[in-house]
């Protein structure tokens, strides 16, 4: 559970109350000046203090200063907070991104956007999930009537810092782009960026109006997986028109994961149950799939 306190300070807890193991608030985001545990009414501040316990005369004294929630670390940065599941880990994000991708993260004033709708996808294993997200190379073949029609198949720049990466595809108006002086160049149009951060965020149209972020997690069992797939406007839809062309985006994001991306994916999933261990081949034209699996190999080892 994240909160943000009082004093503007984002806060990370497990949310579980203290007295006997409540889920504390339900999934989903609200406004609130304190949290109460629906099973015996004890509550808590943003800050996970333990404020009150409902008839303390008959259940006897409890030490407040032992009894708040279980605090995890967390740190925000350009818009985004990190928050590790080891309540003894200390989060450094200066050594964690490094002075470029922070940079190159804060221009996307993240912090800044509108937040217009979260979704969440039923997907296969998390890795099999990440996989697509990290090449073009399935553009011509398993979007042809959707991703295909804006952006060029098989053709993007890749770039990585520590175990985080970009890979920017090529949109269609970069063919005639190409003819242009240098400083008539728009990467908005020309370029569609997408910036992972290990293990699992997707910023995708961040140089744009409308940006999409996915937020990849484990499921409850080793092959499936959560999507958040949240859509976050420059600004609030002033009228139907925008309201719309939001929606339309919304939709169109959804649809194409659900339908395309991660219909595969389960396919993938199949496959590689029936392979019994075989390995995959990455090539060339897939850096961004080769640099999450070496990672990936590192960390686990």
């Not at 608030?25 to 099973?39: D, I, K, M, N, S």
């Not at 409902?54 to 006897?60: A, D, L, P, R, V």
């Not at 221009?107 to 979704?119: E, I, N, Q």
């Not at 999930?129 to 959707?146: K, M, N, P, Q």
Request: proline share 4%.
């Amino acid at each position: 559970m994240i909160t943000r306190d009082p004093g503007g300070s984002v806060r990370a807890m497990i949310n579980v109350c203290r007295h006997r193991g409540s889920e504390l608030v339900a999934e989903g985001t609200g406004r609130a000046h304190r949290l109460t545990c629906p099973y015996h009414a004890w509550s808590y501040d943003l800050k996970g203090c333990l404020l009150g316990v409902y008839g303390e005369e008959t259940f006897g004294g409890v030490d407040r200063d032992r009894m708040g929630l279980v605090a995890l670390p967390a740190a925000e940065r350009a818009g985004l907070i990190f928050v590790s599941l080891d309540p003894k880990a200390t989060i450094d994000l200066d050594q964690w991104l490094g002075a470029e991708l922070i940079m190159l993260l804060e221009a996307m004033a993240l912090d800044k956007v509108f937040h217009y709708s979260t979704r969440t996808l039923a997907g296969p294993n998390w890795k099999v999930v990440i996989d697509g997200y990290l090449e073009g190379y399935h553009f011509a073949s398993l979007h042809r009537t959707t991703v295909f029609r804006t952006n060029l198949s098989n053709m993007a720049a890749f770039d990585s810092w520590g175990p985080h990466q970009r890979n920017s595809f090529a949109l269609r108006p970069i063919a005639h782009a190409v003819d242009l002086p240098r400083e008539q160049w728009d990467p908005a149009l020309c370029v569609g960026a997408i910036y992972w951060l290990f293990p699992g965020l997707a910023v995708a149209g961040g140089w744009r109006s409308q940006v999409v972020v996915s937020l990849v997690l484990p499921g409850t069992t080793w092959d499936t997986s959560r999507t958040q797939q949240i859509l976050a406007l420059r600004h609030e839809p002033q009228d139907d028109d925008e309201r719309k062309a939001a929606e339309h985006t919304r939709d169109w994001f959804h649809d194409v994961v659900m339908d395309e991306d991660y219909a595969t994916g389960y396919g993938v999933q199949r496959g590689l149950q029936a392979l019994d261990g075989k390995d995959f081949t990455f090539g060339r034209n897939e850096p961004g799939v080769q640099h999450f699996h070496r990672v990936l190999k590192e960390r686990l080892s």
